[in-house]
């Protein structure tokens, strides 16, 4: 299971943090963590990953301003957002899968940077 939070309102420019918490049997079995994004019509991309060995992946549009961590102890998933713009604006989705595939998804938290 998977728990998102820290959406809210940012100013453009402004910078924000994102947090998801994993529980349940299924999280120590975790290899990959990341978040998605979703505005209304279109799909869902990916912002950003980070693998239990430490590589991280980031989306062209977000490289150099957002930051993927995770604490393994406290099976906690972090997104640090800096310079945001208005086309940051979305609802955000934390994902997490296992070797074997299995996907798992939080429930969205909308972040919404105004200009």
């Known amino acids: 299971q998977l728990q998102a939070s820290g959406g809210g309102l940012v100013q453009a420019g402004g910078s924000h943090t994102l947090s998801c918490a994993a529980s349940?049997?299924?999280?120590?079995?975790?290899?990959?963590m990341g978040w998605y994004r979703q505005t209304p019509g279109k799909q869902r991309e990916l912002v950003a990953t980070r693998l239990n060995s430490g590589t991280t992946d980031y989306a062209h549009s977000v490289a150099g301003r957002f930051t993927i961590s995770r604490d393994l102890a406290k099976k906690m998933l972090h997104l640090q957002m800096n310079s945001l713009t208005p086309e940051d604006t979305a609802v955000y989705y934390c994902?997490?899968?296992?070797?074997?595939?299995?996907?798992?998804w939080g429930q969205g938290t909308l972040v919404t940077v105004s200009s």
């Open positions: 349940g049997d299924d999280s120590s079995r975790i290899s990959t």
């Open positions: 994902n997490a899968h296992t070797p074997s595939g299995t996907h798992y």
